[in-house]
T-cell receptor, first 117, second 114 residues
């Protein structure tokens, strides 16, 4: 079973429409992250959750993006209205807790690829 | 603040040849450094990470990286490239903890020729 599931895997929408993505990690991950990866670039953090609370959303365009993590397990990321520049891969990651720093790291889901027309 | 620069957006090697992907970082605190690999339309898979335990870090699939503080570098190497290594590779830095916000480089696409 994958550590982090994301849906949908692909989404095509028209500009000005609303779109939502889901991240469903195996339970027990207190820290969850959403990254945006524009084609040809590295991922950029949008928002970081600790349980239900947002701890970093400094790069989240709050006029159109929103994120929530009710109950501290799965999470949704919403865009309303979508713009052409939002076309990207949206990646969810979780902090995997291990016994040593070598084992603690971020593990990524397969991502949702969004195309805005 | 942290930043990462990956030198070379595309690297091409022959199968069996040495792979060298370059990464330089900047960090205001002792860094944690990572290399991730991404296959087309997939998420990122961790190859290896540096957490100050040892400067030479061995990862999966025969990759390793050496942390050089004096050069602020964390280059990724593999002695002999395999066709299955063709992918995009990202270097990333996290300041302060091994699970904090990751700042990624722009990525390097590795092509392996038969």
């Amino acid at each position: 079973e994958a550590e982090v599931a994301q849906s949908p895997r692909y989404k095509i929408t028209e500009k000005s429409q609303a779109v939502a993505f889901w991240c469903d990690p195996i339970s027990g991950h207190a820290t969850l992250y959403w990254y945006r990866q524009i084609l040809g670039q590295g991922p950029e953090l949008l928002v970081q959750f600790q349980d239900e609370s947002v701890v970093d959303d400094s790069q989240l365009p709050k006029d159109r993006f929103s994120a929530e993590r009710l109950k501290g397990v799965d999470s949704t990321l919403k865009i309303q209205p979508a713009e052409l520049g939002d076309s990207a891969m949206y990646l969810c990651a979780v902090r995997r807790i291990g016994g040593t720093p070598l084992e603690e790291t971020q593990y990524f889901g397969p991502g949702t690829r969004l195309l805005v027309l | 603040a942290q930043s990462v620069t990956q030198l070379g957006s595309h690297v091409s090697v022959s199968e069996g040849a040495l792979v060298l992907l370059r990464c330089n970082y900047s960090s205001s605190v002792p860094p944690y450094l990572f290399w991730y690999v991404q296959y087309p339309n997939q998420g990122l898979q961790l190859l290896l990470k540096y957490t100050s335990a040892a400067t030479l870090v061995k990862g999966i699939n025969g990759f390793e990286a050496e942390f050089k503080k004096s050069e602020t570098s964390f280059h990724l190497t593999k002695p002999s490239a395999h066709m299955s290594d063709a992918a995009e590779y990202f270097c990333a830095v996290s300041g302060g903890t091994s699970y904090g916000k990751l700042t990624f480089g722009q990525g390097t696409i590795l092509t392996v020729h038969p």
